[in-house]
């Protein structure tokens, strides 16, 4: 399956790889990180241009509390949050009951079987890729509208390289993926509890590199077991054996 990149730095929503290296077999490494900066500087421009003189960031009309069927914990959570939980074994569902979750796995495992088959290859992997897409758009728009209420540059944070991770981590799985984002969301308030308790005795950046070092040793442990799509990152082209 096609490599999701997600944008780091300046960007206001993470980007992924467009989908011409799939058709053109071009490295998604590379075609990556080249929309990445693409991504990031068209952003900076943008709000550059948008609002010259302004500095503050803008701030965004946040969604309004809800009721979660009278459950405390859940009043402050917005509706992406439970978009995001929902999604997960929604997609669960239609990558291991559905054939076109089939279809996918298949193309990510042995994509020559997958075209013996009858399968578009290309289609696939440009539809896995446009769907990748929409949902880490989801993910940066959760930034902005749910998070932080405003946008700044910055507001990523790494965070998009760390999704990648965790899919590593979750050995391609969305149950253990959504386990492992928990994870470290828990890392994260732990770093901000730290702070508090701590004052002034360590370096705030210390604490804010926390989660980030804590993800990657929990990687390190786990990638070593993972199970990965055997024509990840490989360019396919039709016909080819």
Known sequence: MALIRPCQQHNILPCVAPTEPVPLGLSQHVSGLGVTMFGTSVAYFAYRVTFPKVTTPPTIQPFAPMDWLGVPVLNAETP??????????????????????????????????????????????????????????????????????????????????????????????????????????????????????????????????????????ALVVMARRASYPQALMKPYRKGER
Do not use: H
Not at 81 to 87: H, N, R, W
Not at 145 to 155: G, P
Not at 194 to 208: D, I, N, R, T, V
């Open 80 to 217: 992406l949050t439970l978009l995001a939980l929902c999604a997960v074994p929604a997609i669960a569902y239609v990558l291991n009951r559905t054939p076109a979750g089939l279809a996918v796995r298949m193309v990510g495992e042995n994509p020559g079987a997958a075209e013996g088959q009858g399968i578009d290859v290309i289609a696939v992997r440009m539809g896995t890729v446009v769907a990748g897409s929409a949902l880490m758009g989801i993910a940066g728009a959760f930034l902005t509208l749910s998070a932080f209420d405003a946008f700044f540059f910055n507001m990523v944070n790494g965070r998009g390289w760390i999704c990648v991770a965790l899919v590593v981590f979750a050995s391609w799985r969305p149950g253990k993926a959504l386990s492992g984002a928990i994870l470290f969301a828990a890392f994260d308030a732990l770093q901000l509890r730290m702070q508090q308790a701590s004052g002034a005795w360590f370096p705030y950046q210390l604490y804010l590199m926390l989660p980030y070092a804590l993800s990657i040793l």
